[in-house]
C-alpha cells in the first residue's frame, strides 16, 4: 500500500513565520504534489514536482514555495505566514506516465492556522 | 470560474438504493476524469475515472457515466452502504497534464 506521510496534523503558526509543511511518500513515485482545500473550492494546486529538484507552479502559487532535494521528499513553504492561508494542505505523489492517468495517492492532511 | 463543478453540496440516500453524485465542466479539451472519495480527518482516495473514449466504466457497486456532448458525468453507487458516507470529489485533466482540476465536493449521507 502507499503510504504518503504528512508531518504535522495540526499546526497553529503566528502571522510572519515562515512555515514548514514536510511530506514523504514511500512507492518511488515520480510526481508529488501540494494542494490546498477549502470549503465550497475543492482542491486547489499549489505546487508540484514531477522530478527531485523539479517544480511547476499550480493555480494558486503565491506566498508559497517548494523544495524537492529528495524522490521521496517534498516540503511546502509559507515564507512568510498570513492569515488568508489558515486552511488544510493535502500533499499527494503518483506515477509518472500519461499525465493524470495516474491516480494521486494522499496523505491525510495538515490543518494550519495562522493566528 | 470553476471549470468543474459539482452544484450539489449534499446528497442524502436511503440505504440499499442508488446514489447518484453529478458533475459538470465547461472545457472540451478535457480527457479524464477521476472520482475521489474523502472521510474526514482523511486525504482523498481514488475510486474510479474514465476516459473520454469511453462513456462508461464500472468497478463493483460503483459506475461513472460520461456524456461528452453535454460536459456531465456521473457517478452511480448501487446499493448505497453507510460506508459510503463521505465526500465524492469530480476531477478532470487534459491529455498530458499532471494538473488536475477538482470540484468543489458533495456530502453524501446514507441513511439507514
Known amino acids: 500500500d502507499v503510504k504518503v506521510t504528512q508531518s504535522s496534523r495540526y499546526l497553529v503558526k503566528r502571522t510572519g513565520e515562515k512555515v514548514f509543511l514536510e511530506c514523504v511518500q514511500d512507492?518511488?513515485?515520480?510526481?508529488m504534489f501540494w494542494y490546498r482545500q477549502d470549503p465550497g473550492l475543492g482542491l486547489r494546486l499549489i505546487y508540484f514536482s514531477y522530478d527531485v529538484k523539479m517544480k511547476e507552479k499550480g493555480d494558486i502559487p503565491e506566498g508559497y514555495s517548494v523544495s524537492r532535494e529528495k524522490k521521496e521528499r517534498f516540503s511546502l513553504i509559507l515564507e512568510s505566514a498570513s492569515t488568508n492561508q489558515t486552511s488544510m494542505y493535502l500533499c499527494a505523489s503518483s506515477f509518472s506516465g500519461q499525465g493524470a492517468n495516474q491516480p494521486q495517492h494522499f496523505g491525510d492532511g495538515t490543518r494550519l492556522s495562522i493566528l | 470560474d470553476q471549470q468543474v463543478k459539482q452544484n450539489s453540496p449534499s446528497l442524502s440516500v436511503q440505504e440499499g438504493r442508488i446514489s447518484i453524485l453529478n458533475c459538470d465542466y465547461t472545457n472540451s479539451m478535457f480527457d479524464y476524469f477521476l472520482w475521489y472519495k474523502k472521510y474526514p480527518a482523511e486525504g482523498p482516495t481514488f475510486l474510479i475515472s474514465i476516459s473520454s473514449i469511453k462513456d462508461k466504466n464500472e468497478d463493483g457497486r460503483f459506475t461513472v457515466f460520461l456524456n461528452k456532448s453535454a460536459k456531465h458525468l456521473s457517478l452511480h453507487i448501487v446499493p448505497s452502504q453507510p460506508g459510503d458516507s463521505a465526500v465524492y470529489f469530480c476531477?478532470?485533466?487534459?491529455?498530458?497534464?499532471?494538473?488536475?482540476?477538482w470540484g468543489a465536493g458533495t456530502k453524501l449521507i446514507i441513511k439507514p
Open positions: 476531477a478532470a485533466s487534459e491529455y498530458s497534464n499532471y494538473q488536475l482540476i
Open positions: 512507492m518511488d513515485h515520480e510526481n
